[in-house]
């Protein structure tokens, strides 16, 4: 069964203080894993889609990397704005819905 | 462009009513979907459309809930005999071809909020 993990469940970070989300996940045949940031009372809007462990992809202060495992979100410097939750999600071979996680609730403060 | 739209916002409904959620996908998107987003959680999938096929309804929770897409534009919803383990935001999702590149991500609407008393 495909597992979706996102750690911490909530983090504070000082403007400018630099951090990782984390997004542990079991799934067969992985066809693509997915980052999106949701604020409040909004849809989910799309960040980035990795492929294969190795990958990398950069925005602005956003940096994702992949796994065999798992994946992080890098966050540079990050500014209060940056403040939302961030979901995770995969696409498992066969298949063409998303899989999400819980989310990562981040708050940066001024 | 327009992004996907979803009405009502907000629904109230009474514990035994009948709902229907809307969505306007993006023009020219091939793939719509509905998910269902609890407080805290991630989304959930309930169904998917290619055009005006509905390919993938497995997420579906019960016979209750039923979703069309006639001409392959825009989507209804529908939740009968409502119940309070329904309430939950309703988000609706469009991409242009398959969703699991970049050329073609998911954009999603801003979702109903379904209130079940």
């Known amino acids: 069964e495909d597992q979706v993990t996102q750690s911490p469940e909530a983090l504070r970070l000082q403007e400018g203080e630099s951090s990782s989300l984390n997004c542990s996940y079991t799934?067969?045949?992985?066809?693509?894993l997915f980052w999106y940031r949701q604020d409040p009372g909004k849809g989910p809007e799309f960040l980035f889609t990795?492929?294969?462990a190795g990958e990398e992809k950069e925005k602005e202060r956003l940096k994702a990397t992949l796994t065999k495992k798992e994946s992080f979100l890098h966050i540079t410097a990050p500014k209060p704005e940056d403040s939302a939750t961030y979901l995770c999600?995969?696409?498992?071979?066969?298949?063409?819905?998303?899989?999400f996680g819980t989310g990562t609730r981040l708050t940066v403060i001024p | 462009g327009a992004g996907v739209s979803q009405s009502p916002r907000y629904k109230v409904a009474k514990r035994g009513q009948d709902v229907a959620l809307r969505c306007d996908p993006i023009?020219?998107?091939?793939?719509l979907f509905w998910y269902q987003q609890a407080l805290g959680q991630g989304p959930e999938f309930l169904t998917y459309?290619?055009?005006?096929?509905?390919?993938?309804k497995s997420g579906l929770p019960s016979d209750r809930f039923f979703a069309e897409r006639p001409e392959g534009s825009v989507s209804t919803l529908k939740i009968q005999r409502t119940q309070q383990e329904d309430s939950a935001v309703y988000l609706c999702?469009?991409?242009?071809?398959?969703?699991?590149?970049?050329?073609?991500?998911?954009?999603f609407g801003n979702g109903t909020r379904l209130t079940v008393t």
């Open positions: 990795l492929y294969s």
């Open positions: 023009s020219g998107h091939v793939s």
């Open positions: 459309f290619q055009n005006e096929a509905q390919l993938d």
């Open positions: 799934v067969s045949g992985l066809r693509g």
């Open positions: 999702a469009s991409s242009l071809e398959s969703i699991s590149g970049n050329n073609s991500p998911l954009h």
């Open positions: 999600a995969v696409v498992r071979g066969g298949a063409n819905n998303l899989f």
